[in-house]
C-alpha cells in the first residue's frame, strides 16, 4: 500500500515539474505586458504611499489623544483652582463686609456720643 502512495507521489510530482510551454509573444502581447507592469509598479507606488500616510495619519491622532487627555487634566486643576480662589473670594468678601459694618456701627457710635455731649462754653 505505502509502495503505490509512494509511485503517485512520484508521477505527480513529475507532471508537476514539467516544463509549461509558453507562447511566443507578439508585440502587442509585449506591449501590454509592459504596460500592465508599468501600471502595476505605479500602483504598488501608490499604496506605499497610502501605507505611509496612513500610518502618518494614525500617529497625528494618537499625538492629538494624548494631548486632548494631557489638557483635560489640566483643566481639571484650574477649574479645582478656580473654585477654590471663588470659594476665597466670598470669604473675604464676607469679611469684609462684616468689618465694614463693624466700622460704620462704631463711627455711628462715636457720632452719638459727640452729640449727647453738652456744648462747649464759648471762650
Known amino acids: 500500500m505505502n509502495r503505490y502512495l509512494w509511485i503517485s ?13 509558453v507562447p511566443a509573444l507578439t508585440e502587442d ?33 494618537l499625538n492629538a489623544r494624548d494631548a486632548h487627555a494631557a489638557a483635560q487634566q489640566q483643566s481639571a486643576a484650574r477649574k479645582r483652582e478656580l473654585d477654590a480662589a471663588e470659594r476665597a473670594f466670598a470669604a473675604a468678601s464676607a ?7 463693624a466700622y460704620d456701627d462704631a463711627l455711628k457710635a462715636v457720632d452719638a ?10 471762650k
Open 29 to 61: 502581447h509585449s506591449h501590454a505586458l509592459q504596460q500592465g507592469q508599468y501600471r502595476a509598479g505605479m500602483a504598488y507606488s501608490e499604496l506605499e504611499q497610502a501605507r505611509y500616510d496612513a500610518r502618518l495619519a494614525e500617529q497625528d491622532v
Open 113 to 122: 456720643v459727640h452729640r449727647t455731649l453738652p456744648a462747649a462754653p464759648a
Open 9 to 21: 507521489a512520484v508521477v505527480l510530482l513529475a507532471a508537476c515539474s514539467a516544463p509549461v510551454p
Open 95 to 101: 469679611k469684609l463686609a462684616a468689618a465694614q459694618k
